[in-house]
Each structure stands twice: as structure tokens, then as C-alpha cells.
């Protein structure tokens, strides 16, 4: 079996067993196996844009070189990491002066730019082929309506991600077709959910999270699918009758390993 | 514009990386900010009050704490001026100094559910303290 070097991070660990969970298990079931990375540190959960910022991206420097010593690609789950390894990466390889910095200060464990980061969700289009995914199916999720979320952060900064048309983004619901279920397209799939600031303003959270899923429900969908925690609370503290669930969850569902079939 | 304020734009423009020269003003990024409503100054107007050094308002104000870091006002503006690394620069510039953090952990438990994942509390944290 194929061996992926893995990210999980902070609340993987936690509030979004989940996540993991079926991320794993559902790889096993496709042919690869998610190897967690050695001594992993919380990405941060969020991107710090600014040049002079460095401690805050030694962590994700640290995992981007470990997938570099070892198999090139580092594989994330969550929304928020991906985002920020991503973002980590791009400026260790377009930003000499703070690469410089990075690297005189980790010594042992240099970053020279040559890691793949990838989403789980883009090693199931590329690596495996979601026509691969589809021959795997044994639950097919025929006839529910499923609406992708992507929020922010799988999608932007574009230049940065490359994951798909941040605008008009097709990969989650070629995923939802793969798993016979069929995808529900809403405006508000790409727009955010209030993010952190659920902290310490919540009815700025729930505004932008109401949105969303009135958005998602007036187009038909019954589901709502994310990749992020941070997502899937904000919706979730604020939904009425649309589902939330986690999209490595409908593929383990798909892929009968989730374990509660029979139910 | 004093020194001590021309040391402090220099300061944002440089970490930032962003050129407030490029900018048209046409306000898609502030039309297209989903923080609009809770933001006393919107993207657009950090990008010309930087520019005209007029940021004492810009740190003052509680619109640093409601960006959402959702890049839109970034991957939408048709210049690519990324106002949103300018709201983050201002916050820097305030949060840096002693005992200005907007958040700190002890502040934290009042403000948590028991569903709060991680990555909200190390979020708010990373953005609203040093
Ligand atoms: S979208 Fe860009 S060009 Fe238009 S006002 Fe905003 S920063 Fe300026
Ligand atoms: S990054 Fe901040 S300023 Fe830009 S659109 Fe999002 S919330 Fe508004």
C-alpha cells in the first residue's frame, strides 16, 4: 500500500476525530495509507500574511521539510493547515530573504521548496482518480442532495492554492457524483463562515453562517459537506434543518468502512 | 504626515508587501467583504489611509479584530492590491506593542462552549496577540 506522509493537526486530534478517522480509514479502503509525520506542531490555524512574521511559521516550515527529507508530498486534511502549509510553502520558495531567515534559524531542518503539498481532497482527483473512487463505492448515496462547502480557506489566496476555480470550484462535487450522490450548487459555496472571530463575537459568526446555509437550503441541498472544524461549528451552532458533515465522512459512508451500516 | 506616523506607514507597507498605489478605488474589495457590516473602516479605506498615512484611526479602531482573514477582499480586487495584508499589518503594528494584546489566553475560558474546536482558539490567538 501506497505510504502518504501526513499533517492531521491540532484538532484532529480533538474536537474532529472524525475527520481523521474516516480520512484514514477511507484511504485504506482506496489502496493508501496516511503515515502521520514525526513530532507534528499545530500550523496555528491561521495564515500570518505579514514578511516579518517567523516563528509563527516554523511549525509548518518544520513539517514541509520532513516531506521533503522523505516522500515529497505532505497530505492535509484540514481546511485551515492545508492553508497555512500552503502559504508557508509558497513563501519559503518565492521569498528568499525570509527563507533565509527561516533557515538560519531551523539549522538542521532546512526547507528548500520542493515538498508537494496536497489536499486529501486533491490526491483523491489526481493520485487516485475519483473514477477510481466511484468503482469503490458499495453505499451509494443515490438521491441525496449534497451542497460542497468550501468557505475560504481550501480556495484563496488562488494564486497561492491552485486547487481548483476559486469562483466556480468543481472538485467537491465531483467528489459528491463519485459517491452517487448528486452535488447542489448555491451561491454562497466559496463565501466564509465567520471564522475565528466566533470567539469573541458570535453574532458576527452566526450572520455569515445563516447565509451560508439558507444559501445551501434554498438551493435543495439536504447536506452540507466541509473539510474544516472550524466550518462545520460555525454552521453547525447556526443550522436549522441542513445537515452538517464532514466530506470524509460521506466517503467512508460510500466506501463501507464507516462502520455503522447496518444501523 | 510627522515622522513618527511616515515611520510607521513605511513600516505597514513594507511587512504587508502590498503597493496602495495600484489601487483604482473602485471598493469591490469592501462590496465583496463579507466583515462589511461589523467593520468601521472597510478594506478600501485601509488601502487610501495607509496610503495618505492616516492610520492612528485604522489602529484605534475595532475593525482590525473583525476581518475574518477570508482572503475574498485579496483573490477580488481587480489590481491586486490584497488590502487584507494591510489589516493585518495595522494589527501587527498595534499588538506588538507591550501589553496591547487584544486577547489573552486567560481571557479565553469566558469565552469558550464545549464545542469551540482548537483551531478557533489558536486562530484568535495567532491574530489578536503576540
Ligand atoms: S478592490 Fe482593489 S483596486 Fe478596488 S478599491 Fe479595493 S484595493 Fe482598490
Ligand atoms: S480578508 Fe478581511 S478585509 Fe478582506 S474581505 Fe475578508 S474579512 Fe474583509
Redesign the pocket.
Known amino acids: 500500500m501506497k505510504k502518504v506522509a501526513y499533517f492531521p493537526g491540532c484538532t484532529l486530534r480533538t474536537k474532529a476525530k472524525d475527520l481523521d478517522k474516516y480520512a484514514k480509514d477511507s484511504a485504506n479502503a482506496l489502496g493508501f495509507s496516511l503515515e502521520e509525520i514525526e513530532n507534528w506542531q499545530c500550523c496555528g490555524g491561521v495564515f500570518t500574511t505579514s514578511k516579518d512574521e517567523i516563528a509563527t511559521k516554523l511549525s509548518s516550515v518544520r513539517a514541509l521539510a520532513y516531506a521533503e527529507k522523505n516522500n515529497q508530498i505532505l497530505l492535509t486534511v484540514c481546511s485551515a493547515c492545508h492553508n497555512v502549509i500552503k502559504q508557508t510553502d509558497n513563501a519559503m520558495r518565492n521569498d528568499s530573504e525570509f527563507a533565509s531567515h527561516v533557515n538560519n534559524y531551523l539549522k538542521d531542518e532546512t526547507y528548500h521548496g520542493t515538498a508537494r503539498v496536497m489536499h486529501y481532497l486533491e490526491y483523491l482527483r489526481d493520485e487516485v482518480g475519483f473514477d477510481n473512487v466511484a468503482q469503490k463505492v458499495v453505499n451509494s448515496l443515490k438521491g441525496v442532495k449534497i451542497g460542497a462547502y468550501y468557505g475560504c480557506l481550501l480556495l484563496r489566496p488562488n494564486s497561492v492554492m491552485q486547487m481548483d476555480d476559486p469562483e466556480n470550484p468543481r472538485i467537491i462535487e465531483d467528489l459528491i457524483k463519485a459517491l452517487g450522490a448528486e452535488p447542489v450548487i448555491y451561491p454562497y459555496r466559496n463565501e ?1 463562515c465567520g471564522g475565528y472571530v466566533a470567539l469573541e463575537d458570535a453574532a458576527s459568526a452566526k450572520k455569515k453562517s445563516v447565509s451560508v446555509l439558507e444559501s445551501a437550503k434554498q438551493a435543495g441541498a439536504d447536506i452540507v459537506v466541509t473539510a474544516c472544524p472550524l466550518c462545520k461549528y460555525n454552521l453547525e451552532k447556526n443550522a436549522s434543518d441542513v445537515k452538517v458533515v464532514y466530506f470524509t465522512e460521506l466517503l467512508a459512508q460510500a466506501l463501507g468502512v464507516k462502520g455503522d451500516e447496518n444501523e | 504626515m510627522n515622522k513618527e506616523t511616515s515611520k510607521i506607514r513605511d513600516e505597514i507597507i513594507r511587512s504587508s508587501g502590498v503597493n496602495p498605489k495600484k489601487c483604482m478605488r473602485c471598493g469591490k ?1 469592501t462590496a ?4 462589511f457590516d461589523e467593520m468601521e473602516y472597510h ?1 478600501h479605506q485601509f488601502v487610501y489611509m495607509v496610503e495618505n498615512g492616516d492610520i492612528e484611526p485604522l489602529m484605534q479602531s475595532k475593525s482590525l479584530y473583525k ?8 483573490d477580488r480586487c481587480p489590481r491586486g492590491v490584497e ?2 495584508k494591510l ?1 493585518e499589518s495595522v494589527r501587527l503594528a498595534v499588538i506588538r506593542k507591550q501589553g496591547a494584546n487584544h486577547l489573552t489566553s486567560d481571557d479565553i475560558p469566558a469565552l469558550l462552549d464545549e464545542d469551540m474546536p482548537q483551531q478557533a482558539i489558536v486562530s484568535a490567538l495567532r491574530k489578536y496577540s503576540k
Open positions: 466564509c | 474589495c465583496t467583504c463579507p466583515a478594506p476581518c475574518l482573514t477570508c482572503f475574498a477582499c485579496v488590502p487584507a489589516v
